[in-house]
């Protein structure tokens, strides 16, 4: 059982919008910032967005990310093929003393 | 380039000792926390230990406490992760990443492509 709670699966068509959630609680989500993992099959995990809604260089910015209280949410627009990957929400929990994952959400692009 | 490379996973019998090497290169290791993490067949990742730049804070996951020891060579821009008494739960891909943000903030920019630990009979 994760400490942050996602959806275990969402699919979407192409070329059209996703969310994914990310709940937590005010030791992780609520007080510290919020990071989004994409892994694809076989590969290691890349960073996707950082301090809730940043992204890396080199990201594409059909990716966004926000965080409200303590839920935070993946946003992935114009869908392609290539998304298709499991994505992961991390973030620090003051209680635990280190980071914390979700369970992951495995996105299908139908 | 920032490149990072595990090594020293394989099979080991429950109760056995293994110890993992990541080699840093293409930045400033010394100047950098370090996180190892793990996924197991089929799971999520789960955050294992982390070190500070200088070795002096050490964190683990309350599963590994008292049986892993998470430590750096910064002279061999090298992290390490001895774990001791294995058990089959151990059993994961483990993956070094370099902490991107000063303080520890899950921020893990670069990994490594991981090792497999099996802990078997």
């Known amino acids: 059982q994760s400490v942050l709670t996602q959806p275990p699966s969402v699919s979407e068509a192409p070329r059209q919008r996703v969310t994914i959630s990310c709940s937590g609680s005010s030791s992780n989500i609520g007080n510290n910032a919020v990071n989004w993992y994409q892994q694809l099959p076989k590969k290691a995990p890349k960073l996707l967005i950082y301090f809730d809604d940043l992204l890396p260089s080199g990201v594409s910015d059909r990716f966004s990310g926000s965080k409200s209280g303590t839920a935070a949410s993946l946003a992935i627009s114009g869908l392609q093929s290539e998304d298709e990957a499991d994505y992961y929400c991390?973030?620090?929990?003051?209680?635990?003393?280190?980071?914390?994952f979700g369970g992951g959400t495995k996105l299908t692009v139908l | 380039e920032v490149q990072l490379v595990e090594s020293g996973g394989g099979l080991v019998q429950p109760g056995g000792s293994l110890r993992l090497s990541c080699a840093a290169s293409g930045f400033t290791f010394s100047s950098y926390w370090m996180t190892w993490v793990r996924q197991a067949p089929g799971k999520g990742l789960e955050w294992v230990a982390n070190?500070?730049?200088?070795?002096?804070?050490?964190y683990y996951v309350d599963s590994v406490k008292g049986r892993f020891t998470i430590s750096r060579d910064n002279a061999k821009n090298s992290l390490y992760l001895q774990m001791n008494s294995l058990r089959a739960e151990d059993t994961a891909v483990y993956f070094c990443?370099?902490?991107?943000?000063?303080?520890?903030?899950?921020?893990?920019?670069?990994w490594g492509q991981g090792t497999l630990v099996t802990v078997s009979s």
């Open positions: 070190i500070k730049h200088d070795g002096s804070d050490k």
């Open positions: 990443a370099r902490e991107m943000a000063t303080t520890p903030n899950a921020q893990l920019d670069y």
């Open positions: 991390a973030t620090w929990d003051d209680s635990l003393n280190g980071p914390v």
